[in-house]
């Protein structure tokens, strides 16, 4: 593994800016590594780890890079809870480390870091220098990954009889009898509604 200021130029990088939550994801994610014993994420290790976030916010990307967990690979999951969290789970070992950033870590930065002016030099600051049991809490946990949610699952696929579009990973529903695709079957949940006709 790199040194922290290493991964954090990557960080940067992948980011766009350097900040707080870059810091803070970063310091998560090798945390989480750590614990689990996982030295090489991206190589010998790639297929022992799946992450959970739970924010969708600058932190994320940054234990995306660091895990080498990431959506398109099915190794980063999305959960919307609004939290500064993440659960490192180790497939080979069958268990997994929550981790959770400390509500009064951003009261210590002030505290520690007085003479820095701006609240997010004083955060960035505290995040690169503070213990780890300073930011965050650690909780071993079990997590049962559905095996169906795993990378390299060979998912049946069919066809939408309402919208006519592939569905994927066993993402669809009866109703009355047809197989419809998860729009189709609750329109009442769609993220989306048509805007004039449709293309064809
Ligand atoms: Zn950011
Ligand atoms: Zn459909």
């Known amino acids: ?112 870091y007085p003479e820095i002016e701006s609240k997010s030099r004083q955060q960035m600051r505290a995040y690169r220098e503070l213990a780890d049991e300073q930011l965050f809490r650690e909780q071993w946990v079990r997590v049962s990954v559905d095996p169906a949610e795993l990378p390299g699952t060979k998912s049946e696929r069919s066809v939408c009889p309402e919208c006519g579009e592939g569905i994927n990973f066993g993402r669809f529903a009866k109703v009355e009898g047809r197989t419809l695709c998860l729009s189709c079957a609750r329109p009442e949940l769609r993220y989306w509604e048509p805007d004039g006709p449709t293309d064809s």
Not at 47 to 73: F, H, Q
């Open 1 to 112: 593994m790199d040194s922290l200021d290493e991964l954090l130029m990557k960080a940067e990088a992948a980011h766009g800016h350097l900040c707080a939550g870059q810091i803070l994801g970063v310091r998560m994610a090798l945390l989480g590594l750590a614990r689990l014993g996982i030295q090489d994420p991206h190589g010998a290790d790639r297929k022992r780890l799946v992450t959970y976030v739970e924010i969708d916010r600058c932190a994320t990307d940054a234990i995306g890079l660091i895990t080498g967990c990431r959506l398109g690979k099915r190794t980063l999951k999305f959960r919307d809870w609004g939290k500064m969290a993440a659960t490192f789970v180790d497939l080979a070992a069958g268990r997994g480390l929550r981790i959770v950033a400390l509500e009064d870590s951003r009261e210590l930065a002030g505290r520690f």
